[in-house]
């Protein structure tokens, strides 16, 4: 009978070894609400990406495969689209403007395609187009797409931004092949990648030059970027990613790193099995933070606005899984405290800073809405 | 004893269940593999479901019952009000863009797991034949 009790001891200790303990700071509910959500645009797909195109106008990407124009609580289809490859959790993913849209009405999308050859399956490709009229493409461009195609569904990342230089930033997630991709610079998927505005390579990349490199690559060793941000003091390019079970993390990505997906990570499979046993390594980058268990992030702010009290410099994350905004609060480059904004909401699937200085969130089978201060 | 009873009688019921003929247990193979891909993100590993948010499939008595709108909502996308074993959900399960032989493995797959027993085998052809529900 001891001896039974013994083992169940063991046991339950190595259950509770195996599952790893949430990470710290622990997440808060605030008990009451210091904001109202404004609905401004309805929809009851999935808002992939979206990007101010003025104060009150709205690109939004709608994961099956339509753009829209939103101003005004309405919304209406832009055409000519390039073909979208809807496949699990790829789809048209994310737009963005050109830093000089004002004068030259360019955007960028991302999204899964078949490509051009008759290879099956998909991959994430970029796109730059000119928009006409809020209501039509021109001069619509591929300027990346990643090969091979594969059939999976899963991880095709991706989110646009731009550092103060005017470089593109986007990433890729490692398309359900994590042996193979993400730590091989030859291939595309877990990395992310930079470009110049006309889809050539700026010859400062890390790996230009370098036989057989993609020379797009900009640091690699990611599983699922689905949330960057580019810092608005710093100007430097942030990104998380989703994690397997635990270990989704935030990075601050630099030149030429490795962000060690799959040799490190603190997750293990979603079936309970380790992936592997190193959290660390010598030359992989250690994450800014991680989150045990994951949230599933999707998303990325980080506000420079005094329209909220205190939240200037912190960063905001949507979470799909927990379904609520996640503020972290940001001090001495240390996550120090985090937050449930709009708990329970819906999966939260983006993020994102409005001209006007609010954050808006969109939310998968509701739409978007705007984040009001109460004070 | 008793308990060590009831464990023989399960094992001989097991014993007794009948067979997957081969092309059923080859489109549960392939389903496997569909599921891992596909659906393991929100139903989870067990098809338990996550409360409130992603219904169950074992068990689940809308999949027992409901094949025609199950093979419907994973073709076309599900959405709004359903009743899983007594649950009501009012969830968005996006289509996965899975061709219909796909379509097909993952319910075999998910009809013959974690319990769960339909040796009724689904065909691309049944797949094929699917409408888009009616708004």
């Known amino acids: 009978m001891r001896y039974l009790a013994s083992i169940g001891t063991l046991l339950g200790l190595s259950v509770f070894m195996a599952c790893a303990q949430e990470n710290v700071p622990p997440i808060q509910t605030p008990s009451t609400a210091a904001y109202t959500l404004e609905k401004v645009v309805d929809d009851s797909g999935i808002l992939w990406g979206m990007t101010f195109i003025s104060k009150t106008e709205i690109l939004a990407t709608e994961k099956g495969g339509t753009l829209y124009y939103c101003s005004a609580g309405t919304k209406q289809a832009i055409s000519n689209v390039p073909e979208v490859y809807v496949r699990g959790q790829g789809g048209l993913l994310d737009v963005a403007t050109d830093p000089d849209f004002e004068t030259n009405s360019i955007i960028y999308l991302t999204l899964s395609s078949k490509g051009r050859g008759s290879e099956p399956g998909g991959n994430t490709a970029l796109y730059k187009a000119r928009l006409v009229d809020n209501s039509r493409l021109e001069d619509v461009e591929l300027l990346y797409q990643a090969s091979p195609n594969s059939k999976k569904g899963q991880h095709w990342g991706s989110r646009i931004v731009f550092d103060p230089q005017g470089h593109l930033y986007f990433g890729i997630g490692d398309r359900g092949n994590r042996d193979v991709n993400p730590q091989d610079i030859s291939r595309d998927g877990g990395k992310i990648y930079r470009l110049n505005r006309d889809g050539s390579i700026p010859q400062d990349n890390p790996f230009v030059g370098q036989n057989g490199a993609k020379e797009a690559v900009f640091s690699y060793g990611h599983r699922n970027p689905q949330g960057m941000a580019t810092h608005p003091t710093t100007g430097e390019i942030w990104v998380h990613e989703h994690g397997p079970r635990g270990g989704d993390e935030i990075n601050r990505i630099q030149k030429g790193k490795n962000y060690g997906w799959p040799v490190i990570t603190y997750g293990i499979n979603y079936s309970g099995t380790p992936i592997t046993t190193q959290t660390k390594k010598e030359g992989m980058e250690q994450p800014f933070y991680y989150w045990v268990p994951s949230i599933a992030p999707s998303g990325f702010a980080i506000s420079d606005s005094d329209k909220y009290p205190n939240w200037r410099g912190d960063y905001f994350v949507g979470s799909l899984k927990f379904e609520y905004l996640e503020h972290l609060t940001i001090e001495n480059q240390q996550v120090v405290a985090r937050e449930k904004i709009a708990p329970n909401i819906g999966r939260v699937r983006n993020v994102q800073q409005g001209p006007d200085g609010y954050l808006y969130l969109s939310v998968e089978g509701k739409g978007i809405f705007k984040i009001v201060s109460k004070s | ?135």
């Open chain 2, 1 to 135: 004893m008793k308990k060590l009873f009831v464990f023989f009688l399960g094992l001989s019921l097991v014993a007794c269940q009948e067979q997957p003929s081969p092309e059923l247990q080859a489109s549960i193979n392939r389903g496997q593999e569909v599921y891992q891909n596909f659906c393991i993100q929100c139903h989870l590993a067990e098809g338990q479901g996550v409360p409130n948010a992603f219904p169950p499939l074992a068990p689940s008595d809308f999949l027992e019952t409901q094949t025609a709108a199950v093979i419907a909502g994973l073709k076309y996308g599900m959405q709004g009000e359903i009743v899983v074993n007594g649950q009501t959900y009012n969830g968005n399960m996006p289509a996965q863009g899975l061709e219909d032989d796909e379509i097909a493995d993952v319910v075999n797959y998910i009809r013959n797991s974690w319990g769960n027993q339909n040796r009724q085998m689904i065909l691309a052809s049944d797949v094929a034949q699917t409408s888009k529900p009616k708004p």
